[in-house]
């Protein structure tokens, strides 16, 4: 599979770098000439993805977030966020919308945002080990609608 | 993120400004708190017009904000809603419990 450009970011799972990790693809994603709603949609689903990592992954610590986005396919823009966690255990449950191990703070909503607002999520887990989320997004770019 | 509210007639009117992800709702849910503490309104308003980004950080806010209010025996409703917040707060579903409009064409007022 013909890989166009590619960028790996690692960042520590501190709030502050939610911010970064939507601006990065944000600015990856710019030279397919997104229009405002498929970039406004990466960036969200790319701040649920490292929010969760920072909320759920390294609860109570701070770890490793590795962000690695690549242009697949000409025009899909692939972007992986993994950590080395505590892992989802039970991977169905916490994909339902509202279910959240989070407490109040937290909506129940990560997953879904991530699968409604991208063409395709993947997400593996292992208890101890961690969780690596892949969303995929094809940008048909401002011409389009 | 900022938020600034204005308390007239009843009505505590709290505008954002900035983006609201779970780096900000942190602090934003305590100032939210507070002003609800301080004012306890019949009528709260969220104006997003200065609301540049959400995700569903934003969402367990409102929600929060919601339960507040229902304990008031208030109303919320979240007004000026821009393109990309609008797109999460569909998602979420939260139209069923809270009033939710959009931000006017060229921009609120």
């Given at each position: 599979?013909?890989?166009?450009?590619?960028?790996?970011?690692?960042?520590?799972?501190?709030?502050?770098?939610?911010?970064?990790?939507?601006?990065?693809?944000?600015?990856?994603?710019?030279?397919?000439?997104?229009?405002?709603?498929?970039?406004?949609?990466?960036?969200?689903?790319?701040?649920?993805?490292?929010?969760?990592?920072?909320?759920?992954?390294?609860?109570?610590?701070?770890?490793?977030?590795?962000?690695?986005?690549?242009?697949?396919?000409?025009?899909?823009?692939?972007?992986?966020?993994?950590?080395?966690?505590?892992?989802?255990?039970?991977?169905?449950?916490?994909?339902?919308?509202?279910?959240?191990?989070?407490?109040?703070?937290?909506?129940?909503?990560?997953?879904?945002?991530?699968?409604?607002?991208?063409d395709e999520?993947?997400?593996?887990?292992?208890?101890?080990?961690?969780?690596?989320?892949?969303?995929?997004?094809?940008?048909?770019?401002?011409?389009?609608? | 993120?900022?938020?600034?509210?204005?308390?007239?007639?009843?009505?505590?009117?709290?505008?954002?400004?900035?983006?609201l992800d779970?780096?900000?709702?942190?602090?934003?849910?305590?100032?939210?708190?507070?002003?609800?503490?301080?004012?306890?309104?019949?009528?709260?308003?969220?104006?997003?017009?200065?609301?540049?980004?959400?995700?569903?950080?934003?969402?367990?806010?409102?929600?929060?904000?919601?339960?507040?209010?229902?304990?008031?025996?208030?109303?919320l409703s979240?007004?000026?809603?821009?393109?990309?917040?609008?797109?999460?707060?569909?998602?979420?579903?939260?139209?069923?419990?809270?009033?939710?409009?959009?931000?006017?064409?060229?921009?609120?007022?």
């Amino acid at each position: 599979m013909k890989i166009n450009n590619y960028i790996t970011a690692e960042f520590p799972s501190k709030s502050v770098n939610e911010s970064l990790a939507r601006n990065i693809a944000a600015v990856f994603a710019l030279p397919l000439d997104p229009n405002l709603e498929e970039l406004s949609d990466l960036k969200t689903a790319v701040s649920e993805a490292v929010t969760n990592c920072i909320v759920h992954a390294y609860a109570g610590t701070v770890g490793s977030i590795i962000m690695k986005c690549r242009i697949i396919k000409d025009n899909v823009v692939e972007i992986s966020i993994k950590d080395k966690g505590c892992g989802i255990e039970d991977l169905e449950k916490a994909r339902q919308p509202l279910f959240t191990t989070g407490g109040e703070d937290r909506a129940g909503m990560g997953f879904t945002i991530m699968e409604s607002f991208t063409d395709e999520m993947k997400v593996k887990s292992r208890v101890g080990k961690g969780t690596a989320v892949t969303l995929r997004k094809k940008i048909n770019g401002r011409g389009s609608k | 993120m900022k938020i600034s509210g204005n308390f007239k007639n009843g009505m505590l009117t709290l505008a954002f400004d900035g983006e609201l992800d779970h780096h900000a709702a942190r602090d934003a849910m305590q100032k939210l708190g507070n002003k609800l503490d301080a004012y306890t309104p019949r009528f709260c308003v969220l104006d997003f017009s200065g609301l540049q980004f959400m995700d569903s950080s934003g969402v367990a806010l409102i929600l929060r904000t919601y339960k507040r209010m229902c304990e008031l025996e208030g109303r919320l409703s979240v007004a000026n809603v821009g393109p990309q917040p609008m797109r999460v707060l569909d998602a979420s579903g939260v139209e069923r419990l809270i009033e939710i409009s959009a931000a006017k064409e060229g921009g609120a007022v």
